[in-house]
């Protein structure tokens, strides 16, 4: 059974950074794509950041392009997101999240979601 544990979030000030990190275990954790989303009250989950299995190929949403940037360990069976210049409207759940599939589609269809870690930016 797959498993996603994120953590990283906090309080920030904006204009600050935060570096989220999200370890899974369960299976092969070098072969599938990752991806981080994140949900704001009120709103509905967006896609973050996805980067494929050798960590090759990045796709980001277009309000965090140049300020967000993912990564991957695969020793570490890990994927991050590197936050910087961080803003009011960043705040949200971010969840990690990873599919069954091993074609690139980086915004759609994971079926595998960690519990989330809430990021605040403070104004």
């Known amino acids: 059974q797959v498993q996603l544990v994120e953590s990283g979030g906090g309080l920030v000030q904006a204009g600050g950074s935060l570096r989220l990190s999200c370890v899974a275990s369960g299976r092969t954790f070098s072969s599938y794509t990752m991806a981080w989303f994140r949900q704001a009250p009120g709103l509905e989950r967006e896609f973050v950041a996805a980067?494929?299995?050798?960590?090759?190929?990045?796709n980001y949403a277009d309000s965090v392009k140049r300020r967000f940037t993912i990564s991957r360990d695969n020793a570490k069976n890990t994927v991050y997101l590197q936050m910087n210049s961080l803003k009011p409207e960043d705040t949200a759940v971010y969840y990690c999240a990873t599919k069954n599939s091993v074609t690139w589609d980086p915004v759609s269809e994971y079926e595998y979601w960690g519990q989330g870690t809430q990021v605040t930016v403070s104004s």
């Open positions: 980067i494929n299995w050798r960590g090759t190929n990045t």
